[in-house]
């Protein structure tokens, strides 16, 4: 069970560039997230989706588009990279009342614009 | 807005000794709270849950208090070890209503010294 996959792990990217970056989860989650993690900062949530299809922005959305065609894969789409998007993005799933709705986190995408 | 906020940004502890990490937030339609611990280059991995309708819930050496009136919740860990030396986050959504809009604290670097 390999739980959420984030690829790639590192990516240096030049500004205006644009890039996706993928989350895909096997444990049919309903509910996936991407958070962002600046250097000494806590989490911020950029999207979410409750589902197949459904998506909405969270407190950072700018700059960023999501997808959610399957359960399984919610990729994170920047279009024209900025310097102020360099962050660690994380992508995690959220697991229903039998896993006391707790969130399963991937092991992030460390992303340079430079 | 920040609406949920963990204002010490780093605490030191002896091994042995308890770790009391402390959370607020003001959003009054908050239930549900996640404590998360994160080891450099990883993804944040759970820790302990509550509910709004209790008051307190034990794991181990982990346990989180919830005081409603105040919008404060705090982690208690006993005894330290050195291995729990990491950054905690809590976490806060409005799961009655439906959303599992998790909201993410800045966070609090323990280190505990042996």
């Known amino acids: 069970n390999a739980g959420v996959t984030q690829t790639p792990k590192f990516r240096i990217l030049k500004i205006g560039q644009s890039m996706t970056l993928q989350c895909t989860q096997d444990?049919?989650?309903?509910?996936m997230y991407w958070y962002r993690q600046d250097p000494g900062m806590g989490l911020k949530l950029i999207y979410y989706?409750?589902?197949?299809?459904?998506?909405d922005k969270g407190e950072v959305p700018n700059g960023y588009n999501v997808s959610r065609s399957t359960t399984e894969d919610f990729p994170l789409r920047l279009e024209l990279a900025a310097p102020s998007q360099t962050s660690v993005y994380f992508c995690?799933?959220?697991?229903?009342?039998?896993?006391?709705?707790?969130?399963?986190f991937g092991s992030g995408t460390q992303l340079s614009v430079l | 807005d920040q609406q949920v906020k963990q204002n010490s940004p780093s605490l030191s502890v002896q091994e042995g000794r308890i770790s009391i990490l402390n959370c607020d937030y003001t959003n009054s339609m908050f239930d549900y709270f996640l404590w998360y611990k994160k080891y450099p280059a990883e993804g944040p991995t759970f820790l302990i849950s509550?509910?709004?309708?209790?008051d307190k819930n034990e794991d181990g050496r982990f346990t989180v208090f919830l005081n409603k009136s105040a919008k404060h919740l705090s982690l208690h860990i006993v005894p330290s070890q050195p291995g729990d030396s990491a950054v905690y986050f809590c976490?806060?959504?409005?799961?009655?209503?439906?959303?599992?809009?998790?909201?993410f604290g800045t966070g609090t670097r323990l280190k505990v010294l042996a």
């Open positions: 995690a799933s959220l697991g229903g009342a039998s896993t006391n709705e707790k969130l399963f």
């Open positions: 509550i509910s709004s309708i209790k």
């Open positions: 444990m049919n989650h309903n509910y």
């Open positions: 976490a806060a959504s409005a799961i009655s209503s439906g959303t599992y809009k998790y909201i």
């Open positions: 989706s409750v589902g197949a299809g459904i998506t």
